[in-house]
């Protein structure tokens, strides 16, 4: 990759490059469960993605099954809004240390 096309995959767009067989990654947030607007409602659901405490709260709980529930229901949240073109599925999801977080 030239240094204009890694660049330009650091961010949630993530261009395609077509010369690579590259397709485009989308993403996007998800520290407190999907950012996106809200999809088709479904089955009596709002179709809103669902909201979670703060990552640093929910730290502070030392509960790794709650965690993984949740790292559950942002997937399958996930998936959904992105079938229906409302969010992206290479998100930034909240972490379990946060001093080794990157951003």
């Known amino acids: 990759m030239t ?3 890694k660049a330009a995959a ?6 395609a490059v077509p010369r690579l ?13 999907v950012a996106s607007g809200c999809g088709a ?3 009596g659901s709002t179709g809103c993605p669902t909201s979670f405490p703060s990552p640093i ?3 502070a709980t030392f509960d790794t099954e709650l965690y993984r529930a949740i790292g ?3 997937g399958m949240e996930a998936r959904a809004l992105n079938n229906q073109g409302k969010a992206g599925l290479y998100l930034f999801a909240p972490n379990i240390n946060l001093v080794r ?3």
């Open 3 to 5: 240094p204009e096309e």
């Open 10 to 15: 650091l961010d949630t767009a993530n261009p």
């Open 21 to 33: 067989g590259l397709p485009s990654l989308p993403g996007g947030e998800a520290l407190h469960g």
């Open 41 to 43: 409602a479904v089955n």
């Open 57 to 59: 709260a929910l730290g």
């Open 72 to 74: 559950a229901a942002i």
């Open 101 to 103: 977080d990157p951003r």
